[in-house]
Structures are given as structure tokens and as C-alpha cells.
């Protein structure tokens, strides 16, 4: 079994920071991308940022130059760190891996329960 555990949501005042974190566990042979995706209400879910085995990234045109994402492959751990918040990031906030199990020659989508992001004053 594989999981991803989302942890570092919260309310933040416009402008603030968050940093979400996405640690992925069980029985893992490899993780090839990982990334954050969002729903606000009413919304489709949307890509954030991914960042691949090799460090190269991919942002949303809506993200760029506020969003960081890097991971930590030793701990297999992603991290999205969030500045200059505004009231359009509230959404729940998705974590996503490409990991093959040990028990499979396959690599799956896995996806994380989700953390609540509300950017509020």
C-alpha cells in the first residue's frame, strides 16, 4: 500500500505565507514526479506545480514567481512553499505521485486526502 499525507493548510491573511507538505509512504520501488493540484468551490481541480526526479519543475502561469515547490527525495517528501497569498489560492489543495510499488513493474497516480487553503482577512 502507498500513501501521500498532505499536512500544513490553514487560514492566512492576503499577502501571508504557507508551506504544504506531501510525504509519500508504504511499500515505494521509485517516485518519479510529484506535484500539487487545487479545486476551489465550484471549480475544477488545476495543476499547481510539479517537480520531477531530476529537479526540473512546472509551475501555473497563476503561481509563478510566488510558488516554490522542491522535495526531498531521501524522505519522499514534497514541499509547496506559498508566498504573496491572495483570496483566488483558497482552495483544498491536492498532493500527487508517480510511484511504482515494489510489488508492480507499473507506475500509478496516487493522490493525498487534501489541506484546506483559505487566504482571508
Known amino acids: 500500500q502507498v500513501q501521500l499525507v498532505e499536512s500544513g493548510g490553514g487560514l492566512v491573511q492576503p499577502g501571508g505565507s504557507l508551506r504544504l507538505s506531501c510525504a509519500a509512504s508504504?511499500?515505494?520501488?521509485?517516485?518519479?514526479?510529484m506535484g500539487w493540484y487545487r479545486q476551489a468551490p465550484g471549480k475544477e481541480r488545476e495543476l499547481v506545480a510539479t517537480?520531477?526526479?531530476?529537479?526540473?519543475?512546472n509551475y501555473a502561469d497563476s503561481v509563478k514567481g510566488r510558488f516554490t515547490i522542491s522535495r526531498d527525495n531521501a524522505k519522499n517528501t514534497v514541499y509547496l512553499q506559498m508566498n504573496s497569498l491572495n483570496s483566488d489560492d483558497t482552495a483544498v489543495y491536492y498532493c500527487?505521485?508517480?510511484?511504482?510499488?515494489?510489488?508492480?513493474?507499473?507506475?500509478?497516480?496516487?493522490w493525498g486526502q487534501g489541506t484546506q487553503v483559505t487566504v482571508s482577512s
Open positions: 500527487n505521485g508517480e510511484i511504482r510499488p515494489r510489488d508492480s513493474p507499473y507506475i500509478y497516480s496516487y
Open positions: 517537480i520531477r526526479g531530476s529537479g526540473s519543475t
Open positions: 508504504g511499500s515505494i520501488f521509485s517516485i518519479n514526479a
